[in-house]
T-cell receptor, first 114, second 111 residues
């Protein structure tokens, strides 16, 4: 079945550092790809998405490019802030019984130190 | 804004008790989902529903059931809670664009 693999965490960086969180996927067909973020004590919220190959999703300074040739969707940010500390989940969409459900990676906990 | 509301943020139950987790969404979404979240395992789909009174098993349905009597409400039921069901439970809803909208989660502890 479809699956998503994220880089293992936790990841700890200093403020203004460059961030990369790796995500690769296995899927039949052409899924949409997503990054969700979970801040402490909250539910998940959509950070960005891409629906087809070579699309770039971006939001809040984060970017990810849908790379079909490498089956990857790595999350990047040029200069992280303390407020970016959260758990990040990569996900792909899978259609089941006409409904799009998401398959998630295991999550990567990011801590940014001042 | 879409709002998905889960009835309880924290619950403590005893082994063998019947547990109800309620979820309500206010955006007329067709699809609703229950996931559980465990450290190192990410989110795993328990059940989902694509219409009223319709339900489909996800990846880990054992020990759970669901009910969707109205479009806006999707309930997760643990018929006889066990300690291995201690977890964070997340409800979500969506249209068919793929984007899920999540509630804040219900942290269940089974003693």
């Amino acid at each position: 079945g479809d699956s998503v693999t994220q880089m293992e965490g936790p990841v700890t960086l200093s403020e203004e550092a460059f961030l990369t969180i790796n995500c690769t996927y296995t899927a039949t067909g052409y899924p949409s790809l997503f990054w969700y973020v979970q801040y402490p004590g909250e539910g998940l919220q959509l950070l960005l998405k891409a629906t087809k190959a070579d699309d770039k999703g971006s939001n809040k300074g984060f970017e990810a490019t849908y790379r079909k040739e490498t089956t990857s969707f790595h999350l990047e940010k040029g200069s992280v802030q303390v407020s970016d500390s959260a758990v990040y989940f990569c996900a792909l969409s899978d259609v089941l019984k006409g409904a799009q459900k998401l398959v998630f990676g295991q999550g990567t906990r990011l801590t940014i130190n001042p | 804004d879409v709002k998905v509301t889960q009835s309880s943020r924290y619950l403590v139950k005893r082994t063998g008790e019947k547990v109800f987790l309620e979820c309500v969404q206010d955006m007329d979404h067709e699809n609703m989902f229950w996931y559980r979240q465990d450290p190192g395992l990410g989110l795993r789909l328990i059940y989902f529903s694509y219409d009223v009174k319709m339900k489909e098993k996800g990846d880990i349905p054992e020990g759970y059931s669901v009910s969707r009597e109205k479009k806006e409400r999707f309930s997760l039921i643990l018929e006889s809670a066990s300690t291995n069901q201690t977890s964070m439970y997340l409800c979500a809803s969506s249209t068919n664009t793929g984007e899920l909208f999540f509630g804040e989660g219900s942290r269940l502890t089974v003693l």
